[in-house]
């Protein structure tokens, strides 16, 4: 009783219940409306006739080149079951791409997905082809490089910025592709060209392909000559900053003499306190002295991919945000918008294990950085990271000054059949800073057996010091004095006027700096571990 207007001047009659049953849109259309004529000729007649076969057996074989237009009228009529089969078939698609899958099938799923997300704002099937695409050790040179080359007039800024994404460390594939597009199509430079060279790591491009690079630039100041003035000096500043920045990048790399760390194996599980004596190790984010010197007329962005991304002096999550508040602290007048998505990559990239959120929701990070909070970088508390405090507060002086041992009690996962419970831990030991020697002063994991009492022992196979990060906690203000520790060197006595504070109470007549903090004797402090299971 209904008649169904194909595309190419065919139609077809159905039964207006059996679709109804199917639809809750074709129930409105002809049980309320009483529509009698559907116009269907927006899609492919052979999709809109096996579209409506589907919804009278409940059954489909959907084709490729059907694919599209079925998916979408599922979605437009609301026909849940099909449009879970549409999606079902999609990701199978998806997931038979290999390395050596071809061009072709891989520019299908990738512009289905684009379609899905701009025209029916569906990201369900773009999040797997970005998963699979990214996966893909080969991607700049099977898709990202060809892909650009062929479509670099059409793409738009969504587009690019998943070529970017893809790409990551590999820019001189967006050169190339780039710089290909331009010389194949006779272009001048265009906004697409504008929005790349703005968004890329081009001192990645200079240190992984020099010659690609000069040959580059040559080429684009070349371009350039006969478009704005602008474009001019874009391009000639985005050449300054990247050989500067690569400069800066490798004095920062020479003059680190940090190295990395790694933690020790753990075991399953131990029943009782050990007896093993372990060489000590460094507590992974101790005493690391930068100058935030050299990254001036850095965005904070770029500092995240030359630096923070990069460096073997930065070991953990905890140390890059770290590292990015101070940047963001002492660059406030220059840096632009923290990219997020970034940072969430960094993680992923450097294979770094997840934080404690306590970390940044009690921490006075910079104000730029509260969306922190919001993005996929913690962990578990109870299974993968958590943070352990000292009950007791401690005043500067002593701690500064006099020093001891700490305990802190931590149930590692692994030991849940030790028979002292209650009694599992560890110590960190404060050796104390001299009026005549400042530099003595350190912070280490007891790890010998006899250094602690009946009350506390350690797991020596699994309690490691290289996952420790340490910080101290103002009692008073319930704040992390952030980035002292990590990123400050020592604690030292100023002796400069400038670093001696008028409203502080020097300790024993001393001024006690430690990175960006100024110490006084009516300070306390906690001492706080995160501590990665």
């Known amino acids: 009783n209904i008649v169904l207007k194909l595309g190419e001047d065919r139609q077809m009659t159905a039964n207006s219940m059996i679709l109804s049953y199917n639809s809750p849109v074709f129930v409105h259309l002809f049980l309320v409306l009483e529509q009698s004529v559907l116009e269907m000729d927006d899609f492919q007649a052979d999709a809109a ?41 999609f ?51 099977i898709f990202v490089e060809p892909y650009m080359t062929k479509n670099y007039r059409s793409l738009d800024i969504s587009c690019l910025d998943l070529m970017i994404g893809f790409a990551r460390d590999n820019v001189p594939c967006l050169i190339r592709a780039m710089k290909n597009a331009i010389e194949k199509e006779g272009l001048v430079f265009d906004e697409n060209s504008r929005y790349i060279l703005q968004n890329i ?25 006969y478009t704005q003035n602008d474009d001019t000096k874009m391009v000639a500043k985005l050449n300054r900053e990247s ?37 000590k190790e460094k507590i992974s984010n101790l005493f690391t002295k930068t100058n935030m010197d050299n990254f001036e007329g850095w965005t904070v962005n770029q500092f995240i991919d030359y630096c923070l991304a990069q460096s073997s002096v930065v070991r953990s999550m905890y140390m890059f945000i770290e590292g990015l508040d101070k940047f963001c602290d002492e660059n406030y007048e220059t840096f632009h918008k923290v990219d997020f998505g970034r940072v969430e990559r960094v993680m992923a990239d450097r294979g770094w294990s997840r934080i404690c959120l306590d970390f940044v929701e009690n921490a006075d990070f910079f104000s730029s950085l509260d969306e922190l909070k919001n993005i996929d970088i913690y962990g578990d508390s109870t299974t993968s990271v958590k943070r352990v405090g000292k009950p007791s507060k401690v005043d500067v002086k002593t701690f500064f000054f006099t020093g001891g041992t700490f305990k802190f009690h931590l149930r590692h996962p692994s030991t849940q059949s030790c028979s002292l419970n209650g009694k599992c831990g560890f110590m960190l030991r404060v050796t104390p800073m001299t009026e ?29 010091a290289s996952k420790m990060h340490v910080m101290l906690f103002h009692p008073v203000d319930n704040t992390y004095w952030n980035g002292c520790i990590t990123w400050g ?10 670093d001696m504070d008028p409203m502080d109470f020097p300790i024993f007549g001393k001024h006690i700096r430690w990175g960006d903090v100024a110490f006084d004797n009516q300070e306390y402090l906690k001492l706080v571990v995160f501590y990665t299971f």
């Open 201 to 225: 790591n081009l001192v990645n491009c200079l240190e992984e392909d020099e010659a690609l690079y000069e040959s580059f630039f040559d080429f684009m100041l070349e371009k350039v000559e």
């Open 243 to 279: 050989t500067k920045q690569h400069f800066a990048n490798y004095k920062l790399k020479q003059s680190s003499s940090v190295a990395d760390i790694s933690p020790q194996p753990c075991s399953s599980s131990n029943p009782g306190p050990t007896t093993t004596v372990v060489e």
């Open 489 to 498: 060197g020592k604690p030292y006595v100023a002796t400069d006027p400038d």
């Open 91 to 141: 990701k199978c698609l998806v997931d038979a791409v290999k390395p050596d899958t071809d061009y072709n099938s891989l520019v299908y799923i990738f512009e289905e997905a684009r379609f899905m997300m701009k025209k029916m704002k569906k990201d369900s099937f773009l999040k797997p082809v970005i998963e699979k695409i990214s996966s893909l050790e080969n991607r700049a040179q």
């Open 436 to 464: 005549a020697n400042p530099d003595l002063f350190n912070i280490e994991l007891c790890t010998e057996p006899g250094e602690y009492t009946d009350d506390l022992h350690i797991h020596t196979d699994l309690v490691c």
């Open 49 to 89: 006739n096996c579209f409506i076969e589907s919804l009278y057996c409940g059954e489909i074989e959907i084709q490729k080149s059907q694919f599209r237009d079925i998916n979408k009228m599922a979605l437009v009529f609301k026909v849940d079951w099909l449009a879970a089969r549409c999606l079902a078939y």
